[in-house]
């Protein structure tokens, strides 16, 4: 378990009612503030640096019809993390 990780389980096993309330406050709000799915991270530049979250990019291919997930291959020096599809 990482440094985080062990922190939350300390507090929430403090004494302190108000450590414990203070924690299980900020996991509630982490929970439901997820992450975007997509993020446009040069926005004067449109999709130079696009940004999409794992499960949502397999959504949009999917939905797309036309294309059959080969792989899902992690990053190398060139690219980061990148789907290989073919024509269905």
């Known amino acids: 378990m990482g440094g985080l990780a062990q922190?939350?389980?300390r507090s929430l096993?403090?004494?302190d009612p108000e450590v414990v309330r203070h924690v299980e406050d900020a996991?509630?709000?982490a929970a439901s503030n997820p992450p975007p799915r997509f993020v446009d991270e040069v926005p004067e530049t449109p999709?130079?640096?696009a940004r999409y979250?794992?499960?949502y990019a397999l959504e949009l291919v999917q939905e797309s019809g036309?294309?059959?997930v080969d792989a899902i291959e992690?990053?190398?020096e060139h690219i980061q993390n990148f789907i290989?599809?073919?024509p269905r």
């Open 47 to 49: 999709l130079l640096r």
């Open 66 to 68: 036309g294309w059959t």
């Open 27 to 29: 996991i509630a709000a």
């Open 74 to 76: 992690p990053p190398n």
């Open 84 to 86: 290989v599809c073919s």
């Open 13 to 15: 096993q403090s004494e």
């Open 53 to 55: 979250d794992r499960q």
């Open 7 to 9: 922190h939350l389980e």
